[in-house]
């Protein structure tokens, strides 16, 4: 099992840059692939980044392609959100999540239901 947790939210002017981390207990860290999620006020969760276990494949939402970077050291347990270019709109809480599945599994799911392991979430604010 995997327990995320989550560090590095704060307050960011618009257009400005924040990194995210998640650092992840469990020695098994590395055999799963790691996603990040966000959710603002009144809305769903919604699928941001992921990553493979081996972090050879990522996968991004269109609306952050080109201006997040998702990354992982496995030999820290870790995985990191480069965010550039924010907008007021991306203000939420984002979330850390492992997938249910792990190695040899590759795949990076989008589904909030396809992750098994949860962090508690970082409060990210873009001021306009």
């Known amino acids: 099992q995997v327990q995320p947790v989550e560090s590095g939210g704060g307050l960011v002017q618009a257009g400005g840059s924040l990194r995210l981390s998640c650092a992840a207990s469990?020695?098994?860290?590395?055999?799963?692939?790691m996603a990040w999620f966000r959710q603002a006020p009144g809305k769903e969760r919604e699928f941001v980044a992921g990553?493979?276990?081996?972090?050879?494949?990522?996968y991004y939402a269109d609306s952050v392609k080109g201006r997040f970077t998702i990354s992982r050291d496995n030999a820290k347990n870790t995985v990191y959100l480069q965010m550039n270019s924010l907008n007021a709109e991306e203000t939420a809480v984002y979330y850390c999540?492992?997938?249910?599945?792990?190695?040899?599994?590759?795949?990076?799911?989008?589904?909030?239901?396809?992750?098994?392991?949860w962090g508690q979430g970082t409060q990210v604010t873009v001021s306009s």
């Open positions: 999540a492992a997938d249910r599945l792990s190695f040899p599994f590759t795949r990076i799911a989008t589904m909030v239901a396809e992750y098994a392991y």
């Open positions: 990553i493979s276990w081996s972090g050879g494949n990522t």
């Open positions: 469990g020695r098994t860290f590395s055999s799963y692939a």
